[in-house]
T-cell receptor, first 112, second 108 residues
Framework: DAEITQSPRHKITETGRQVTLACHQTWNHNNMFWYRQDLGHGLRLIHYSYGVQDTNKGEVSDGYSVSRSNTEDLPLTLESAASSQTSVYFCASREDRNSPLHFGNGTRLTVT | AQRVTQPEKLLSVFKGAPVELKCNYSYSGSPELFWYVQYSRQRLQLLLR??SRESIKGFTADLNKGETSFHLKKPFAQEEDSAMYYCALNPGYSTLTFGKGTMLLVSP
């Protein structure tokens, strides 16, 4: 069955370090998204991509970057981790703009 | 710009009681609306989309364009319904906009 997987599931890092969270989907979806989930804020969009070599900033993109070199993967990089980036991160994909999102299991990131 | 409002952060009911999770939206076009559910420490999963007009796990949601609402309802809550529920709006030309979520707690 097609799926979307995130790794690692949990990550603890120090302030100032670069961190990359992986997202891999086998749906062959062109549209991929990164969200962060925080209490009181719900889900906020970080970055998204509509296809290979396409990336776009979301609502809370500062301090994050993504790259899309193939259809399956959209890694999220925190250039210099900050405590404010402690959160649960969800990757999602969808077939087209009228389709619902499929979510990964999430990555719980703690920045100390 | 589109916006989704879920006015309740927490809704606590007893098993067997009716449940209504509120969702209001603002959008100038024809909206497509979804409800997503997240059980404890699991991924978000689609519960309902308004165009399907389905009943999933006993939940229903009707789009009311006059009141710009898409409330999620269930006549008799079960303990296993305890979860975080997110309402989301899809404008089609852009990304989904999520509400801040409502935590539903169903007590025995």
């Amino acid at each position: 069955d097609a799926e979307i997987t995130q790794s690692p599931r949990h990550k603890i890092t120090e302030t100032g370090r670069q961190v990359t969270l992986a997202c891999h989907q086998t749906w062959n979806h062109n549209n991929m998204f990164w969200y962060r989930q925080d209490l009181g804020h719900g889900l906020r969009l970080i970055h998204y991509s509509y296809g290979v070599q396409d990336t776009n900033k979301g609502e809370v993109s500062d301090g994050y970057s993504v790259s899309r070199s193939n259809t399956e993967d959209l890694p999220l990089t925190l250039e210099s981790a900050a405590s404010s980036q402690t959160s649960v991160y969800f990757c999602a994909s969808r077939e087209d703009r009228n389709s619902p999102l499929h979510f990964g299991n999430g990555t719980r990131l703690t920045v100390t | 710009a589109q916006r989704v409002t879920q006015p309740e952060k927490l809704l606590s009911v007893f098993k067997g009681a009716p449940v209504e999770l509120k969702c209001n939206y603002s959008y100038s076009g024809s909206p497509e609306l979804f409800w997503y559910v997240q059980y404890s420490r699991q991924r978000l999963q689609l519960l309902l989309r308004h165009i399907s007009r389905e009943s999933i796990k006993g939940f229903t949601a009707d789009l009311n364009k006059g009141e710009t609402s898409f409330h999620l309802k269930k006549p008799f809550a079960q303990e296993e319904d305890s979860a975080m529920y997110y309402c989301a709006l899809n404008p089609g030309y852009s990304t989904l906009t999520f509400g801040k979520g409502t935590m539903l707690l169903v007590s025995p």
